[in-house]
């Protein structure tokens, strides 16, 4: 069992940056492919940025790269999106997720647990 809090939502301004947090728990949390993910409304659910703890691999959407970064604090057990840039469009609810193994496949339906999500509004 994995459990996923995320923090550090909130609305910002076209051009901000915003990093968001996500603290895990349980004994395999390690072994997990961490993710993030948005939503907005009518859409499915983005794949954003991935992270392997034990490798350190890292893994971005193509409409991301180069102003999203994912990182983590081992120890901590915590892993961090920071985006920069920040334009309307990639306002949403932001979730963190995991699934067991490597990011070989971290789309939607292979994750195995979420957290509760938290909102990013960026105004133009």
């Known amino acids: 069992q994995v459990q996923l809090m995320e923090s550090g939502g909130g609305s910002v301004q076209a051009g901000d940056s915003l990093t968001l947090s996500c603290v895990g728990s349980g004994d395999t949390y390690k072994r997990h492919c961490l993710t993030w993910f948005r939503q907005v409304p009518g859409k499915e659910r983005e794949g954003v940025a991935a992270?392997?703890?034990?490798?350190?691999?890292?893994y971005y959407a193509d409409s991301v790269k180069g102003r999203f970064t994912v990182a983590q604090d081992y120890r901590k057990q915590t892993i961090y999106l920071t985006m920069t840039d920040l334009t309307p469009e990639d306002s949403g609810t932001y979730f963190c997720g995991a699934k067991w193994g490597p990011c070989d496949n971290w789309s939607e339906s292979e994750m195995d647990y979420w957290g509760q999500g938290l909102r990013v509004t960026v105004s133009s």
């Open positions: 992270l392997f703890p034990i490798t350190g691999g890292r």
